[in-house]
């Protein structure tokens, strides 16, 4: 059953009509309320950047498994960098490892940035393969990622309207955030391995909000409010959008982190996708937003850093001790 997600048009909120920003910020905080999911189009990343680095991506994967080990992620020192094979991660308690493979990379950050010489985790250089092996690769990312970072700022202040706050009520969160991108390979499966070993086990995003390219070949399942797996197809030229549980938190559970997997069971063929994973700064602190509790509906959840909660739960679904 496909999952009935709302689209999303951002093309009116980035013209000169003040009322396009509030119009399309109702409609975001409609979504993560019922769902916690929704489509964007209208989003001004350029079709050509994301179809480049799916290219980018599929040729990565296609390297023989000594070169995409030459990046293994622990080889980044602790920093949940480079690559991770097939069984590396079990996002889902109790199942068998997750049937996919990925590549990691965060905010670039030299050995005299502040964050890295303070000993901040998960902060530091990231760890590229060669050029000689993987052509464009690093130009690629980066390109993309800075165009994510800058959609990522346009939703938070979206979310932010949304929930009653000025536009601008995030920035401070933001001033060195710590996002992930992260490409994504999952190999076909048959219907029969369901109950064993899936592409990704269910799971709820752990930081801000989540966007998602994917390709065509499907896989993507959201959780409905009933227990159902509906399937989030995929839709030309969108970003999926998901809430990660501190958005949860921050709202007071107002907004819906919700459970989701990847079964690639359908196309009988690889699947592609990449994930950005837009995370407040490190030291933020994230307490219950003042439009979201009340005399009559008092904060739910204590307060907590950012980091603290990003670093244990990449400690609960790595399998391999020191690694990510």
């Known amino acids: 059953m496909q999952a009935n997600l709302p689209v999303i048009d951002l093309a009116p909120s980035f013209g000169t009509d003040p009322d396009g920003p509030r119009a399309v910020a109702r409609q975001i905080d ?28 599929r040729r990565y994967f ?34 068998p490892a997750d049937l996919k493979e ?5 905010a670039e950050r030299g050995l005299d940035d502040p964050l890295v010489r303070a000993g901040t985790p998960n902060h530091g250089p990231n760890l590229w393969p060669d050029e000689a092996h993987a052509p464009g690769f690093r130009q690629a990312c980066e390109t993309y990622a800075a165009a994510m970072e800058r959609l990522g700022r346009h939703l938070m202040g979206l979310i932010a309207l949304g929930l009653g706050l000025p536009r601008t009520h995030f920035e401070p969160f933001l001033h060195d955030p710590m996002p992930i991108l992260r490409l994504l390979h999952y190999p076909p499966q048959q219907a029969s391995q369901l109950d064993d070993q899936i592409g990704s086990g269910a799971h709820t995003d752990w930081g801000g909000i989540t966007l998602l390219a994917q390709d065509d070949a499907g896989g993507l399942q959201v959780r409905d409010e009933l227990g159902r797996w509906l399937d989030a197809r995929p839709i030309e030229g969108s970003f999926v959008v998901n809430l990660g549980d501190l958005m949860q938190r921050w709202t007071n559970d107002a907004y819906r982190s919700t459970l989701h997997r990847v079964v690639n069971a359908q196309s009988g063929r690889d699947r592609h996708s990449i994930a950005y ?13 003042p439009t979201c509790c009340s005399a009559d509906n008092p904060a739910r959840h204590a307060p907590i850093t950012a980091g603290e909660h990003i670093v244990e739960m990449y400690r609960r679904t790595t399998l391999t001790e020191n690694t990510a």
């Open 277 to 289: 994973f837009f995370d407040i700064d490190y030291h933020a602190r994230v307490e219950v937003l």
């Open 102 to 106: 990925s590549y990691y990379l965060g």
């Open 30 to 57: 409609a979504a993560c309320r019922r769902h916690g999911f929704f489509y964007v189009v209208g989003h001004g990343v350029p079709l050509a950047l994301i179809s480049h680095l799916f290219m980018v991506n």
């Open 62 to 95: 296609e390297l023989p498994e000594a070169i995409k080990n030459a990046c293994h992620i622990e080889r980044s020192g602790g920093l949940k960098r480079g690559y991770d094979p097939i069984g590396w991660q079990a996002l889902e308690a109790g199942r």
